[in-house]
């Protein structure tokens, strides 16, 4: 049957693309009030074509949150009749994106998704629509190959706030999770370690993301007036951003690193074994004049197996055209920490809360909120349904498949692992240069119709 669906799949790739440029032009940006309707919009476009292509039950779910009390809805989806003694798959992605600025950087308009090179651009090309709709066209093709059934159960479940800490499908599974039980979550929002290389992702760092605020006087001052005695809210956040971390990049909090676990010796030297040109990342992927960082370790170590400490803007005060002499009364900065094994959202959000509050200088109030966390996590390669991924992906590209780490997070991962006892399989197909989060985000097409045959072949192997 595997044969039928994949030579369907390879009729309708014109098709299966020109859909996913739709998609790609609603603006679903997850974390701007302003595109509310464009995230519920492209919600009701996955529903609708789950329900097209056969799917049963397809419904959206309501969710709320402390940090999104109105959140965006869940796509839901199953088909169930394939038989008790077969194995339930479930699916996963995100339809939402991250915004799209500094727009004057993209050569083509985000949402305006445009070929070049082989490859499509558009922001959520690769995070997560173009992997995602991998998902729903290798089911439309299982139903087209065998007169409307699928080999194995499948459920189906699409969340809209992944690029927000993903609150919303995580209390789902906590208070739902009976209605998400399968066998194994099949996961494609991760990348390939190079071209042409077939790659499991088996680790993820999992993340804090907080506001740190200054508040200084009760409003804005003349800093001709005041400047000398009233407390400027900027430069005591400097002084505290400065004192996160040494030169050396290692992070100064104290008991941050107590519990951070360190990768097993045969995943080191499986990494060294990976082809990795430093040289060529940091020029191709980076370009930066160098590359930073704790001394000590290798560069896949820095990024997979070791936290971080990152300051992503600081917002506030005067940033206009021309001069206003102003001492703001607030400023803030948004700090994220990456996590690894042994380390705990909660425990990490506690020391760094403490630390910042002892080193707040005179004359200011200091805030520190948590936006969202997710935890690290480390999956088992000792299951039947990696094997059958890395046999998958080893017939479609010819070569062995590869097991790494990534280092970004996916927070519902660590939910299926830990809530449900799920194994996860993170089976992605995107490229290490196809700008996740930033302009000119793309998917490389021979990829995305080599990531639906690689399903294709999964599902056959796992009905087997």
Known sequence: MSSKAIEFAQHQQ???????????????????PEHVGDVR????????????????????IETASASHPNGHPLVYADWLRAGADRPTVLCYGHYDVQPA????????????????NGNLYARGAVDDKGQMWMHVKALESLFAANEGRLPVNVRVIVEG???????????FVREHGDQLRADVALVSDTEMFAP???????????????????????????SGMYGGTAPNPFVALAQIVTKLKDEEGRILIPGFYDCVARPTEEELKAWKALPFDEEHYRKTEVGSSELTGEPGYSVLERTW???????????????????????PARA????????????????????????????????????????HSGDPIVVSTDNPYVRAATTAMREVFGVETV???????????GDFVRELGMPTLMMGFGLPDDNLHAPNEKFHLANFHRGIESILRFFSLVAA
Not at 198 to 217: A, D
Not at 305 to 327: C, E, Y
Not at 354 to 370: D, F, K, N, T
């Open 196 to 222: 042409d290389l077939p790659t499991l992702c088996v680790g993820l760092r999992g993340m804090i993301y907080t506001e740190l605020e200054v508040r200084g006087g009760r409003t804005d001052l003349h």
């Open 101 to 116: 600025e500094p727009l004057d950087e993209w050569i083509s308009p985000p949402f305006e998704p445009t070929e070049r």
């Open 305 to 327: 197996a070791r936290p971080t400490l990152d300051v992503h803007g600081m917002p506030g005060g005067f940033i206009g055209a021309g001069a206003k002499t102003v001492i």
């Open 41 to 60: 919009r492209a919600a009701g476009f996955i529903a609708e074509e789950l329900r097209r292509i056969g799917m049963e039950n397809v419904r959206l």
């Open 161 to 171: 706030e992944e690029e927000v800490g993903g609150e919303g499908i995580a209390a």
């Open 403 to 413: 097991f790494v780490r990534g280092g970004g997070s996916i927070p519902i991962v």
């Open 14 to 32: 014109e098709r299966f693309v020109e859909e996913l440029k739709s998609l790609l032009r609603i603006p679903s940006i997850s974390t701007l």
């Open 332 to 371: 803030l900065a948004k700090i994220s920490m990456r996590l690894v094994p042994d380390q705990t959202p909660t425990e990490a959000f506690a020391q760094y809360k403490a630390y910042v509050e002892s080193i707040a200088p005179r004359g200011v109030e200091i805030e520190v909120r948590l936006i």
